[in-house]
């Protein structure tokens, strides 16, 4: 059991299973393919289809893109 639903409230047992029933992992994947397409308009960076097959073939490295546009290090780069 990956999560139990009670009076309008979600108990999580295994997160990860969590967010591939409710969707957040094809979400996830949407906002990392925007970050790259984010950081190649800076033109700053080299090798960036390498994170994009990566981003097709690791579910892990999405968080991980998400994260930097929490903390804006994408909009602070000149």
Known sequence: MDCIYFED?????????FEQI??????????????VTELAS??????????????E??????KKLVRLTKLEITKTLT
Not at 9 to 17: H, P
Not at 57 to 62: E, F, K, R, T, V
């Open 9 to 17: 409230t979600f108990y999580i047992a295994k997160k990860t299973q």
């Open 22 to 35: 409710i969707g957040l992992e094809e979400e996830y994947k949407h906002q990392a393919n925007e970050v």
């Open 42 to 55: 800076t033109n700053m960076f080299e090798g960036l289809e390498i994170i994009s097959k990566q981003i």
């Open 57 to 62: 073939l690791n579910p892990s490295i999405h």
